[in-house]
């Protein structure tokens, strides 16, 4: 579930703020961050995630960069550079565990598990314009003939959006090779541009640019 925030006065710089919900964990919100970060850097934009999982920050090691620290300066923190051009810069609550299996204490409001329904009511109540919907791991791509089965249930995002009254933004398989770029922390839109996710992927990166340029209703 993709949502689109309004520019704030402290983040001028900042021209499009997105965030990426679901109703639980598990569903691919840090593969879909990165690989979404990903397409729009090879669309000359410059990208900045801020990866808040507490269960589970896998972002920095998605990009490779999760032996990086961060540093304070006189305006805050200072995010990682994920390339030397510094179009992704990345603050992840990993950066700030001494060991990757450290545990979060967090305090503050409990983090309750929800559904998309529930995310999407969330949106409304709060003014945040809803981009659209992405169904994640649908369909399993076979490596060896390129045949996708449907091994969960397919077709629930669509049809959510519709009853939603949001944007469907597309549906993204499980491909080995994506899996492999992110535990690699591999360029997967650069390296494997032959992938069954690839089109899925920079569909769904398409229709978020053109979201944006769009005024809120």
Known sequence: LFSFLPERSNLAGVRHILLVLSGKGGVGKSTISTELALSLRHSGKKVGILDVDLCGPSIPRMFRVQDNDVHQCDSGWVPVFVDQDKSISLMSIGFLLEKPDDAVVWRGPKKNGNNVRREL?????????????????????????????????????????????????????????????????????????????????????????????????
């Open 121 to 217: 009511t969330f949106c409304k109540k709060t003014g945040l314009r809803v981009l659209g919907i992405v169904e994640n791991m649908s369909g399993f791509v076979c490596p060896h003939c390129s045949e996708c089965t449907n091994i969960f249930s397919k077709g629930g995002g669509e049809e959510l959006a519709k009853h939603a009254g949001v944007p469907f933004l597309g549906c993204v398989p499980l491909d080995p090779q994506l899996s492999q770029s992110l535990e690699e922390g591999r360029d997967f839109i650069r390296e494997f541009p032959k992938s069954a996710a690839f089109p899925a992927l920079a569909h769904i990166a398409q229709q978020i640019l053109d979201g944006t340029s769009q005024p809120s209703s």
